[in-house]
């Protein structure tokens, strides 16, 4: 299994939405990608350019889900986007019917995975998201290769 890690430093929330842009241009369904980063390191704006780059959804569509736990993009390819910040508890998968949504050939996007139990599950793409200062994200993406 061949490991890819890049690694940005962006300056704006524009940067990061072309980031995000790169980065979907390397995704094929089924894929599970996790999204790591305290409140505000930018991990929505991120999904914004992953879903726009995929044609799922425009950038503007794309905000923090905060009554729905799972929100579907549904354009030229299946994104959800799932935000576990307001689980208080440690959630499965298959609760949250993620495994139903990767068996149909989805791309799913979580952030917070941390509030997720996860025997098994492997995620093919980690993003972890560093808040440097006001306008600056150090951003790390490791996809695993099958
Ligand atoms: P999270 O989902 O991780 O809580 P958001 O993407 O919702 O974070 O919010 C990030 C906030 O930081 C936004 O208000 C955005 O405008 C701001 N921001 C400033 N600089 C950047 C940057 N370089 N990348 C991403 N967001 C940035
Ligand atoms: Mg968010």
Redesign the pocket.
């Known amino acids: 299994m061949a490991t890819t890690i890049r690694e940005v430093c962006?300056?704006?929330?524009e940067?990061?939405i072309a980031f995000g842009r790169r980065l979907a241009a390397e995704l094929r369904p089924p894929a599970l990608v996790f999204l790591y980063?305290?409140?505000?390191?930018?991990?929505?704006?991120?999904v914004k350019g992953i879903a726009a780059g995929l044609g799922a959804a425009h950038e503007e569509d794309v905000n923090?889900p905060s009554f729905v736990l799972v929100q579907e993009y549904s354009g030229a390819q299946r994104v959800y986007h799932v935000d576990l910040y307001r689980i208080d508890r440690p959630v499965e998968l298959e609760t949250l019917g993620l495994d139903d949504l990767l068996a149909e050939d989805a791309i799913v996007l979580v952030?917070w995975p941390e509030h997720l139990v996860m025997p098994g599950v492997q995620a093919s793409l980690h993003v972890r998201?560093e808040i440097v200062d006001?306008?600056?994200?150090r951003i790390r993406a490791e996809s695993v290769g099958q």
Not at 10 to 13: D, G, I, L, N, V
Not at 37 to 46: D, M
Not at 134 to 137: E, H, P, S, V
């Open positions: 962006t300056s704006s929330p940067e990061t980063g305290e409140l505000g390191a930018g991990k929505t704006t991120l923090s952030e998201l006001d306008l600056q994200r």
